[in-house]
């Protein structure tokens, strides 16, 4: 796909509309884990769910526009987007952080490595889809 065409994709209704029906449902299903592993330990699902998908809508809307004025080689809204996409991928993770008590020292440890591995597959996946190409 070239650059035209892979613009043309981004920026169509589809493409948006699936982008934050997958974000929104992830969002949900993040819930139902956390329901089960942070609900004994204080973290109340609910909230986690309401700032969830508080966070995932202006969330799906950035990530969109950072991969679009990359591509359009437009960094003011891509530094922009990329702030916005960092705050809003974190803020339901500060919530579970901030609400914990007394969470095992093995449950922290899974907690952290699944939002490492989380956070490098989601760098990994925007450098590819919107790597520079030779014009």
């Known amino acids: 796909m070239n650059r035209q065409q892979s613009?043309?994709?981004?920026?169509?209704?589809?493409?948006?509309?699936?982008?934050?029906?997958?974000?929104?449902?992830?969002a949900v299903i993040r819930t139902f884990l956390v329901k089960e592993i942070?609900?004994?330990?204080?973290?109340?699902?609910?909230?986690?769910?309401?700032i969830?998908?508080?966070?995932?809508?202006p969330y799906a809307k950035y990530t969109h526009k950072l991969a679009v004025s990359f591509l359009d080689e437009d960094w003011k809204p891509f530094k922009v987007a990329l702030l916005i996409s960092v705050v809003t991928f974190y803020a339901p993770d500060i919530y579970i952080l901030a609400?914990?008590?007394?969470?095992?020292?093995?449950?922290?440890?899974?907690?952290?490595?699944?939002l490492a591995i989380f956070s490098t597959a989601a760098v990994i996946s925007v450098l590819k889809r919107v790597k520079p190409r030779p014009h």
Request: no cysteine.
């Open 52 to 57: 969830d998908l508080a966070a995932s809508v």
């Open 99 to 114: 609400s914990a008590r007394h969470v095992p020292t093995s449950i922290y440890f899974g907690f952290f490595l699944v």
């Open 7 to 26: 613009l043309k994709f981004l920026r169509s209704k589809y493409t948006k509309f699936t982008w934050y029906f997958l974000v929104l449902g992830w």
């Open 38 to 50: 942070f609900q004994k330990n204080g973290v109340n699902p609910y909230i986690y769910l309401i």
